[in-house]
């Protein structure tokens, strides 16, 4: 199993400003994933972060709000850009399994709550 | 219809006794299935796969019926330390980026 660690594991935002969410997995890994989950909702994926190459973003996240780093296959950036209370919310990065058993492996999450 | 829909209950219940929880999905032409466990505050965890003849891992069984397009999964002899947040999981398709998951079903198990 992957061991994924995410920091920071909470925080308090002003609007208007930035925040970057690493993850650091303890294998390589090809893709990574960011998913966030509001209160109340289901996981929602934002993007997939691949290893040389721009993250693809799903349907209603886009790369100005999210911009996602990938500069190796052991990490990867999240950050949350011009922030609103909108964007309060637990954020996930996740990797698949090695074993192609479509098992998904996340790390603690950040709990973010702009203001 | 939603495409991944759970009862949020929450379901309390007392030691030892046995819950089932359903979930309904939309597409059917979905094509792999999982629970998770979300404890309070906590990632998700892979609890198990579903398949279709259905399958146990100890007091978990799962079940799959395609034709009414909905997974169970039941917990018989239930612990305190089931108590969590069970979300269930479709893929419409092979890859990771389909997967959809519901919002969760809370289980309150009480002494």
């Known amino acids: 199993s992957a061991v994924i660690s995410q920091k920071p594991s909470r925080d308090i935002c002003q609007r208007g400003t930035s925040l970057t969410i690493q993850c650091q997995v303890d294998s390589q890994v090809t893709m990574m994933f960011w998913y966030r989950q509001q209160p109340g909702q289901s996981l929602t994926l934002i993007a997939t972060?691949?290893?040389?190459?721009?993250?693809?973003?799903e349907s209603g996240f886009v790369i100005d709000k999210f911009p996602i780093s990938r500069p190796n296959l052991t990490f990867s950036t999240l950050t949350v850009s011009n922030m609103s209370p909108e964007d309060s919310s637990i954020y996930l990065c996740s990797v698949e399994d090695q074993g192609g058993r479509e098992k998904l492996f996340f790390g603690s999450g950040t709990q973010l709550s702009v203001l | 219809r939603k495409e991944v829909e759970q009862d949020p209950g929450p379901f309390n219940v007392p030691e030892g006794a046995t819950v089932a929880f359903n979930c309904t999905y939309s597409n059917s032409a979905s094509q792999s299935f999982f629970w998770y466990r979300q404890d309070c505050r906590k990632e998700p965890k892979l609890l198990m796969s579903v398949y279709s003849s259905g399958n146990e891992d100890g007091r978990f069984t799962a079940q799959l019926n395609r034709a009414s397009q909905y997974i169970s999964l039941l917990i018989r002899d239930s612990k305190l330390s089931d108590s969590a947040t069970y979300l269930c999981v479709v893929n419409k398709d092979s890859g990771y980026s389909t997967l959809t998951f519901g919002k969760g079903t809370m289980l309150l198990v009480s002494p």
């Open positions: 972060a691949n290893q040389g190459s721009e993250a693809t973003y």
